[in-house]
């Protein structure tokens, strides 16, 4: 199972989208400062939005990599309120 989730900082007043097979420990590792050099560092804790199972790992990143280039929060804020948004993008992949 592969996740894409949504992960949001009230410190810096952002979003941040990943994919993982295991969400409550990549959260985790965010939280924790595992990779010390990431951009999440700066805004722990961070705390999960929405994690959304895809198909498969390619439908995982496709799905991560449109939300990236979208570059809209009022985008990401939609797909957090209503995540089925996901499965037609999902399927056009």
Known sequence: MYFIYIIYSKKLDRFYVGTTDDVEKRLGEH???FYSEAFTVKGAPWE???SFECESSQKAYGLEKFLKR???RVFL???I???DILL???NKL
Do not use: A, C, H, T
């Open 31 to 33: 939280n924790s400062g």
């Open 48 to 50: 999960l939005s929405l």
């Open 70 to 72: 979208m570059k809209s």
């Open 77 to 79: 804020e939609k797909v």
């Open 81 to 83: 309120v209503g995540p």
């Open 88 to 90: 037609d993008i999902q």
